[in-house]
């Protein structure tokens, strides 16, 4: 019996490994396992078998050999059909992929969120106020009282006889926080927000402009510390090798007054047509709180002191990006503004 | 304009290089815009002592010059040199124009040091033929060898071209006032011109008589001269008034100019015997007319200040004097007025009159009364000196000026410590004396009272300060940081909305777009969907910028315009600005615009393209995102400006607070979809910390049906139905298919939805949910009159 099994092994194993195709696989199925298969008679012989228990184990080694042999066949033929199918799904990587639509920020938010960033970094609150403003904050509380000069220059767009207008800069603002504050407690806020002058609108001027604007009040404040905090700005965004300088200016609210220059970023301070061959560009007007305004709006000058510090939107943008003209900001090309959905280095 | 030949008449300048002190100005706050100069360097006077012929050569002189410290060779060429003539002679170093430079060297083997130069080498004269035959420049004057060429050329003079801030363009456009300035700076001392002259016994208050009769008038002084002689200015005047950019007429005239660039104070001169015995300083009536010496008629408004001889008006006060009265040829006695008027009524009428002149301007900026009787002084002592004036005893006024003068008391750790520097005692008291600012020292503290020419210096430390640190120079700043608390910044109020508004719309693939506050009526009609009066500016600059918008959208569709121009396609726009309304309140909106594909693969044609429901999707998240998921509905309503059929108004709460839907088609052709919400609207509103709720453990099931419905059935009624009779086991409904067809009756449409049962305690039973399924299509059924659509 053994010697039987051992030939009908043998068999099954050589029979097996020849097939190919999963059809002959099955086919050699059938030939043992089915209802006439070999091993399926012999299993019915058991019932003439002398030692059944002998037997029956011998027919159950050749029906393990068939079913191990099988089941090791089918997965071979099973991964070669797989590799077959698979080598005929090839694609070509190269076509365009699918465009995830994400939007781009207009370029003078992405500037001011940048600004903001820096000014947040250091405690400053972000603030907005009214664009349609009373000329009490606009201009009185600022120390600019009616029939003075700077009034003429900020052409104004007046709504309302000389009281309520368009505001012409965004240091409202600042009156209407330290008023808010009554007085008592130090502010740091930043108030970047839309202004508008009566100017016809070409490369270099618009009516409507976005200022950026912060203050500080507290108490023992010094020039030397708008100095360093200017420092860190000028830095954040324009390189940790950027150099600035202040020069003497003249602002109504700001007293002294400075405009503050940072060293060329594109010639390194040898000189060229951004700097206008000064190696110098001048980016923002600063100052120290103008005691009247600290008074104006609650703030004892002899206590409290500060500095405020006021940036144009769109010439940090324009410095920053290369963009000549104004008007750009404002007419949201969107082949233009695809570039600055990305993070900034 | 400033003169620095002039300002030598007031400060010592010897030895100053004049480009390195307008670059010291400059540092210091008044930017010297631009140095002017035709001056040459190493250019003397020279006399030619020998002259012999250059041995190879046969036009060529060997010259031996005096150029007043030595004699030295040069070669020359030009045919007129000779023994004994005075030259100009550049030496070496010596940069002529065209950037010639002068070097010592040997021509045709023998030394030459220098050139003697011919007028067009220099750039006096153009170069022609002609001049070129002319030869070298034979000086004669009583220049010596070695003195500067420069006298001689007329180049000794320099101007600045100054850009100064509002506050110093006062004092910086006199020479007397510059020349304090330049003082401060090299720490000098400035001496003011000669103004002292002879009085005849008469006096001028026996034949004028002043009123004035306006507040805008408080300083009012005149003098009388009497038989001037009416002549060519001397040629200081006149090189000085061209230099300032004024044109020489005659000497009387001339002079009220240059007192006027000496003192910065404006001065005007009558006829005295056109204009009579009576001065009258009014305010105008309104309409009333003048002749101006320009010959032009002016119609007065009662806001202007005329001067009059008591019945008519004879000059415009500080803008222009009236014909009637002016100096002429055959003038013999004139009444100077030395006045200070309102300085912005003055600006006010030389506005509105058109009239902006030299005068008006400085009487625009203000003026200090020390100096309005300086002038007037100055003025008799030139006309005497150059017009052979008598000058008459006595002098007329009206002093209503305010004469207080402006103290301010500090110590020097005031100054350090609004500046953040170390300043000594001492150091104040350095920078105080350069400033020419007197002042009392006790102890510690400093009393300063401030110059009347000081304008812009008001009484308080700051200013001290800013005047002080401009010269100690902010260079020498060092940067601190505030010593203030650290924490971060945060967003305020609505800026936070905003800022998250605008970061999910991005994130959701729109583009951010700014556009203009101010828009035209035409743009203002459309989408006056909330009904709001709009602010019309009474003054607009051009009728497209007029009117203060209420609604984003009209602005985005330029955008989207724009860009559809360019061949750019797929259009996904959004912006957030603020409103306002006719009572100035405040609406601060986000708007979007959406045309063509959301998302798109052309070549595998995966696209979605923008609807109703893109938008409407846009719209849901963002709610969501803020926080507003299960109190939003949209409700369909006509909107003014959108397709009737296709749009609807978006309630929070039940309340308005925005939009949406496609924009009419007769007013755009194209798809175009647009929405708008009040962000202040949804800022108002409270909203609740986000709660975590667990998912079920056990399996959920799903069970489908539809409906069918009349047509003008919506979804989300069928859908708040079954909830309200789903109860707690139903979790979730979803609409998966419409269909209207051939299949159903014409005026019904069939609904199929998706609703899945969960229980987050215990595994739930068929029999549990059969239950509830068979509920919801009862209810729905009955009071939704519709019907269960069965399989075929």
């Known amino acids: 019996m053994k010697e039987k099994i051992d030939l009908l092994c043998s068999e099954i194993e050589s029979k097996i490994n020849s097939v190919s195709t999963k059809k002959e696989l099955n086919d050699l199925k059938v030939e043992y396992l089915g209802k006439k298969g070999i091993i399926t008679e012999l299993q019915s012989g058991i019932k003439d078998a002398v030692d059944k228990k002998e037997y029956g184990s011998e027919v159950n080694r050749a029906r393990t050999t068939f079913n191990d042999n099988y089941d090791k066949k089918n997965a071979e033929i099973e991964l070669e059909e797989l590799n077959k199918k698979l080598e005929s799904e090839n694609i070509d990587i190269s076509l365009p992929a699918l465009d995830i639509p994400v939007g781009s920020p207009n370029i003078l938010e992405n500037i001011i969120e940048e600004v903001e960033e820096v000014f947040m970094s250091m405690g400053y609150d972000v603030v907005d106020g009214p664009e349609i403003e009373e000329d009490k904050y606009n201009f009185e509380l600022l120390n600019i009282p009616k029939g003075h000069p700077a009034r003429d220059a900020q052409d104004t767009f007046y709504i309302e006889d000389e009281n309520i207008l368009l505001r012409s800069q965004t240091s409202p603002v600042q009156a209407r926080e330290m008023l808010k504050a009554g007085g008592d407690k130090p502010i740091r806020m930043i108030c970047p927000g839309k202004t508008y002058r009566r100017d016809a609108d070409d490369a270099t001027h618009s009516h409507q402009f976005m200022q950026i604007e912060g203050l500080l009040v507290d108490k023992n404040i010094s020039l030397s510390d708008l100095k360093g905090t200017f420092d860190v700005i000028a830095k954040k965004l324009f390189g940790e090798n950027c150099e600035t300088r202040f020069r003497p200016s003249y602002y109504q609210f700001t007293e002294p007054s400075v405009e503050t220059d940072i060293s060329c970023f594109v010639c390194k301070g040898k000189g060229c047509s951004l700097c206008k061959n000064t190696g110098w560009i001048t980016v923002s007007g600063a100052g120290m709180v103008h005691p009247n305004v600290l008074k104006n709006c609650g703030y004892d000058p002899k206590v409290w002191s500060g500095f405020a510090l006021g940036f144009g939107a769109e010439r940090l943008a324009m410095l920053k990006y290369g963009i000549n003209d104004i008007r750009t900001f404002y007419q949201t090309d969107l082949r233009e503004s695809k570039a600055f959905d990305r993070r900034d280095v | ?792």
Not at chain 2, 223 to 228: E, L, T
């Open chain 2, 1 to 792: 304009m400033i003169s620095l030949e002039w300002v030598k008449d007031y400060i010592d300048l010897t030895g100053e290089d004049l480009k390195e002190l307008a670059v010291k100005i400059t540092k210091a706050g008044i930017n010297v815009e631009s140095v002017i100069t035709k001056h040459i360097d190493n250019l003397v006077i020279g006399e030619v002592k020998e002259c012999t012929k250059h041995p190879n050569s046969d036009h060529l002189h060997i010259c031996k010059v005096d150029i007043g410290s030595s004699v030295t060779q040069i070669v020359c060429g030009a045919p007129n040199v000779r023994e004994g003539i005075k030259v100009i002679v550049a030496l070496p170093g010596c940069i002529l124009p065209g950037n010639n430079e002068i070097k010592a060297g040997k021509i045709r083997g023998e030394e030459s040091n220098g050139m003697i130069c011919a007028l067009f080498e220099l750039g006096a004269e153009e170069k022609t033929d002609e001049n070129y035959a002319k030869g070298i420049e034979e000086v004669k004057s009583d220049l010596k060898p070695g003195d500067d060429a420069n006298i001689y050329l007329g180049y000794d003079d320099t101007l600045y071209e100054l850009d100064v801030h509002k506050h110093r363009n006062n004092d910086c456009y006199y020479h007397i006032g510059f020349a304090y300035e330049i003082a401060s700076i090299l720490n000098k001392k400035v001496k003011l011109p000669d103004s002292s002259y002879k009085e005849i016994k008469d006096n001028v208050n026996d034949f004028i008589k002043l009123t004035v009769d306006t507040p805008k008038c408080p300083f009012y002084t005149a003098k009388m001269v009497r038989d001037v002689t009416i002549k060519e200015s001397p040629d200081f005047i006149k090189k000085r008034l061209i230099s300032a950019g004024m044109r020489p007429i005659n000497n009387v005239v001339d002079i009220s100019n240059y007192v006027m660039l000496e003192y910065g104070q404006p001065l005007h001169f009558f006829d005295k015997d056109k204009l009579g015995d009576k001065i009258l300083v009014r305010d105008a009536k309104d309409n009333e007319e003048i002749i101006t010496l320009d010959g032009n008629k002016r119609v007065l408004k009662s806001s202007d200040i005329v001067i009059t001889d008591g019945v008519k008006p004879v000059c415009i006060a500080g803008v222009m004097g009236g014909e009637n009265t002016d100096v002429d040829l055959n003038t013999k006695n004139i009444l100077i007025e030395s006045a200070i008027f309102d300085s912005v009524s003055i600006r006010y009428t030389a506005a509105s009159l058109n009239l902006k002149s030299e005068a008006s301007i400085r009487y625009g900026k203000g003026l200090n009364y020390e100096y309005t009787l300086k002038a007037i002084d100055r003025a008799c002592h030139l006309l005497e000196k150059y017009a052979d004036a008598k000058i008459l005893s006595g002098i007329v006024m009206h002093d209503k000026v305010d004469k207080t003068p402006k103290v301010v008391s500090f110590t020097p750790s005031d100054i350090n410590s609004l500046l953040g520097i170390t300043l000594t005692k001492k150091d104040v008291e350095t920078e105080l004396n350069r400033l020419d600012f007197e002042y009392k020292l006790d102890k510690d503290t400093f009393t300063v009272t401030i110059p009347k020419r000081r304008l812009d210096v008001d009484p308080n430390i700051n200013d001290i300060a800013e005047e002080i640190g401009r010269l100690y120079g902010y260079h020498n700043l060092v940067s601190t940081l505030p010593k203030v608390e650290t924490r971060r910044g945060v967003y305020v109020g609505d800026v936070k909305i905003r800022k998250l508004t605008s970061k999910r719309l991005r994130a959701l693939g729109l583009n951010e777009t700014k556009t203009y506050t101010l828009i035209s009526s035409e743009m203002a009609s459309k989408f006056r969907y909330d009904n709001k009066e709009q602010v019309k500016l009474p003054n607009p600059m051009s009728m497209d910028k007029s009117v203060v918008r209420t609604s984003i959208i009209p602005s985005l569709i330029n955008v989207y315009e724009y860009n559809k121009a360019r061949n750019i396609n797929d259009i996904l726009l959004y912006e957030i600005a603020k409103t306002y309304d006719k009572d100035y309140n405040e609406d601060m909106k986000v708007s979007i615009l959406m045309e063509g594909n959301y998302i798109i693969n052309n070549w595998n044609n995966t696209k979605i393209k923008c609807d109703f429901y893109t938008i409407k999707g846009i719209v849901e998240n963002l709610l969501k995102y803020l926080g507003f998921n299960n109190r939003y509905t949209f409700e369909k309503d006509s909107i003014p400006d959108m397709h009737p059929g296709i749009s609807a108004v978006i309630k929070v709460d039940r309340e308005p607070i925005g939009i949406i839907g496609r924009v009419h088609p007769s007013l755009k052709k194209d798809d175009i979809y647009v929405s708008e919400l009040s962000l202040t609207k949804l800022y108002e509103k409270q909203v609740k910390p986000i709660k975590f709720k667990e998912a079920s453990k056990y399996p959920d099931i799903k069970r489908d049906l539809a409906f069918l419905v009349k047509k003008d059935m919506t979804a989300e009624n069928i859908i708040n139905q079954i909830k309200k009779s789903g109860g707690r086991l139903l979790s979730d409904v979803e609409v998966f298919d419409v269909y209207e067809g051939e299949k159903i009756k014409d005026d019904l449409k069939s609904i199929a939805l998706s609703l899945t049962f969960s229980d987050t305690t215990k595994t739930l039973s068929d029999e549990e949910v059969t239950k509830v399924f068979e509920n919801i299509i009862s209810d729905v059924e009955t009071k939704l009159n519709a019907k269960v659509r069965n399989g075929e």
